[in-house]
Nanobody, 124 residues
Framework: QVQLVESGGGLVQAGASLRLSCAAS????????VGWFRQAPGKEREFVAR???????YYSDSLKGRFTISRDNAENTVYLQMNNLKPEDTAVYYC??????????????????WGQGTQVTVSS
């Protein structure tokens, strides 16, 4: 059973960049499809990005161009590079993994393993 731990969140000003990490243990992350989600207080959990076990990536239409998902298999880690951050990006960011390559990749229910989340706060 794979365990996931997010890190890299923090408090930044609008326009800044952050790189979030999703580090895995107990499993080889390159064999999992990995997604990033975020959740602001009082709002639904929102799909951000996904990377396949290969090289395919998928993004929320509203975030494409600012956020980039990538892998470093040697580090057993998936990253989310976030650029030009805006106050509306403030949320807890989660990574999630599943092995099946389910069709509905933007749905949180498609993923089996979740990290604890890392807080990202963007001030104006």
């Amino acid at each position: 059973q794979v365990q996931l731990v997010e890190s890299g969140g923090g408090l930044v000003q609008a326009g800044a960049s952050l790189r979030l990490s999703c580090a895995a243990s107990g499993g080889t992350l390159s064999t999992y499809f990995v997604g990033w989600f975020r959740q602001a207080p009082g709002k639904e959990r929102e799909f951000v990005a996904r990377i396949s076990t290969g090289t395919n990536t998928y993004y929320s239409d509203s975030l494409k161009g600012r956020f980039t998902i990538s892998r470093d298999n040697a580090e057993n880690t998936v990253y989310l590079q976030m650029n030009n951050l805006k106050p509306e990006d403030t949320a807890v960011y989660y990574c999630a993994a599943e092995k099946a390559g389910r069709y509905f990749y933007s749905r949180a229910t498609s993923y089996d393993y979740w990290g604890q989340g890392t807080q990202v706060t963007v001030s104006s």
